[in-house]
């Protein structure tokens, strides 16, 4: 097994990440990943994002130093990280560009999509050879991808023939790498920033008048099911309530009355007093 830190790192939440699951054989440091020791033939790695919707073009640089193969595009979520592309089960599952063979190709799986062999001189796939970059245009909504290429000897972006279609949404970047040293970087277009998964403790909420609530609804309950009164007692019950509320203003003006006759009671003895001194 890989050491731990190889692949450590990589899926950290609220890091950016740009691969999520790599080969034991293989070393992911940020957007790059390389493989860093023998172990299986063919091992791949898949991103972090899952493309959905919408356009999206993303830059694949690869780094090669022997004739091994090298395959990049796009596959779908939990596919197996041991075993090259080019396998019949993984047919309508991986698209991806192979352009480090005896025919370079435009891949669905096991099947030549777009080669000179499938569809002419025309359609010829150029060659993949050390340093070049690799730009995939994947449109979703379409489910359709294109590959360009850029060379370093002639400084340009150049357009392959063909495309690849029927591509689901939801797939991540992927990567097979064969030989040891070989590497593989992406662009910030496949990055991702995980988010923690947080476990929310909800605290029971204790409410220390349910005890009244309770009786006063049993009350309520009570009262509902007494029968309605008359118009005779509803006559009685306003005429009392009447009888209290004139006797309750006649209270409050009397107490209104005796302080006012205290006030003035107060005012004299004051001014005699006053009057007295002088």
């Not at 050879?129 to 991808?145: F, M, P, Q, S």
């Not at 030989?179 to 409410?207: Q, T």
């Not at 005779?232 to 009447?242: D, G, L, P, Q, V």
Request: one cysteine or more; proline letters at 5%.
């Amino acid at each position: 097994m890989a050491p731990a830190a190889w692949n450590q790192g990589s899926a950290e939440p609220d890091k950016p990440t740009w691969w999520k699951d790599a080969h034991p054989s293989l070393k992911v440091h940020n957007q790059m990943v390389s493989k860093a020791r023998d172990g299986a033939e063919f091992s791949c790695a898949y991103g972090a994002l899952e493309f959905s919707e919408g356009r999206h073009e993303v830059d694949f640089g690869v780094t090669r130093h022997s004739d091994g193969y090298v395959h990049i595009g796009f596959a779908v979520p939990g596919l197996s990280l041991e075993g090259s592309f080019c396998n019949k089960a993984l047919n309508d599952k991986v698209w991806y560009y192979f352009g480090t063979g005896h025919t370079c190709a435009l891949r669905n799986g096991w099947n030549d999509v777009v080669s000179k062999e499938v569809g002419g001189p025309e359609m010829k796939v150029p060659k993949l050879t050390h340093g070049d970059k690799v730009r995939a245009y994947l449109d979703c909504d379409a489910g359709e991808c294109r590959f360009a290429l850029f060379k370093l000897e002639e400084g340009m972006w150049r357009d392959m023939p063909g495309k690849l279609t029927g591509i689901p949404p939801g797939v991540v970047i992927a990567c097979c790498l064969q030989d040891r040293v070989d590497s593989v970087n992406v662009s910030d277009a496949a990055k991702v920033v995980l988010k923690p998964e947080v476990e929310l403790v909800v605290k029971r909420r204790v409410d220390k008048y349910a005890h009244i609530q309770s009786k006063l609804a049993q009350q309520g309950t009570i009262r509902s099911m007494l029968p309605a009164p008359t118009e005779e007692e509803e006559i009685r019950r306003r005429e009392a309530a009447m009888r209290d509320r004139e006797a309750k203003e006649k209270e409050r003006l009397e107490r209104q009355e005796r302080r006012v006759e205290k006030e003035r009671a107060l005012s004299d003895k004051r001014q005699q007093a006053q009057f007295r001194t002088t």
